[in-house]
T-cell receptor
Framework: DTAVSQTPKYLVTQMGNDKSIKCEQN?????MYWYKQDSKKFLKIMFS???????INETVPNRFSPKSPDKAHLNLHINSLELGDSAVYFC????????????FGQGTRLTVV | QKEVEQNSGPLSVPEGAIASLNCTYS??????FFWYRQYSGKSPELIMS????GDKEDGRFTAQLNKASQYVSLLIRDSQPSDSATYLC????????????FGQGTTLQVKP
């Protein structure tokens, strides 16, 4: 009965490949996010969706494309992977778009070689 | 200036002591403040939220907020070795997009 689950947990791939990370939440939350945590542990928002609509799109390369088929799912597709994309990617959700805490998935450690 | 600043540490305290973790933020209109704990290799876990000036206590944890000074802190009483982790301060921007801005985290080490 995991609240926010993402798959896969680990992803090792070569430069230039395309990969996807899936995220699902069963909390009934309206808002979902993708965060990136770099090697220095700095956690930075990439995207936010509210009820399947894109709300926040930080200055992320357009090789990153989020997709939300419904409000319980937010997937992240990455084209033409680069070495610098190596990081831990966290999916999160929150009940409201404004001023509420986010609950995080277990993370996907992406390693680009 | 970073939007949310924390001392990266490590902050080392003996078991049973009070650990004090501090955070400052730059957006004066920020409304919501959170403390997350992150163990190595794990995801951030919410431990405290605070929305108004003053103190908020939950078990061994006390969050303190001073909006005038743009300062939020977390006190951990009777620190245990299991409290050893990175503590992340997070703040929502006043634009109310729900965007959480995180500090770089403070690593806490509680020595037995």
């Amino acid at each position: 009965d995991t609240a926010v689950s993402q798959t896969p947990k680990y992803l090792v791939t070569q430069m230039g490949n395309d990969k996807s990370i899936k995220c699902e939440q069963n909390l009934g939350h309206d808002t979902m996010y993708w965060y990136k945590q770099d090697s220095k542990k700095f956690l930075k928002i990439m995207f936010s969706y509210n009820n399947k609509e894109l709300i926040i799109n930080e200055t992320v390369p357009n090789r990153f494309s989020p997709k939300s088929p419904d409000k319980a799912h937010l997937n992240l597709h990455i084209n033409s992977l680069e070495l610098g994309d190596s990081a831990v990617y966290f999916c999160a959700s929150s009940p409201l778009i404004i001023g509420t805490e986010a609950f995080f998935g277990q993370g996907t450690r992406l390693t680009v070689v | 200036q970073k939007e949310v600043e924390q001392n990266s540490g490590p902050l080392s305290v003996p078991e049973g002591a009070i650990a004090s973790l501090n955070c400052t933020y730059s957006d004066r209109g920020s409304q919501s403040f959170f403390w997350y704990r992150q163990y190595s290799g794990k995801s951030p876990e919410l431990i405290m939220s605070i929305y108004s000036n003053g103190d908020k206590e939950d078990g061994r944890f006390t969050a303190q907020l001073n909006k005038a000074s743009q300062y939020v802190s977390l006190l951990i009483r009777d620190s245990q070795p299991s409290d050893s982790a990175t503590y992340l301060c997070a703040v929502t921007k006043s634009s109310n997009t729900g965007k959480l801005i995180f500090g770089q985290g403070t690593t806490l080490q509680v020595k037995p």
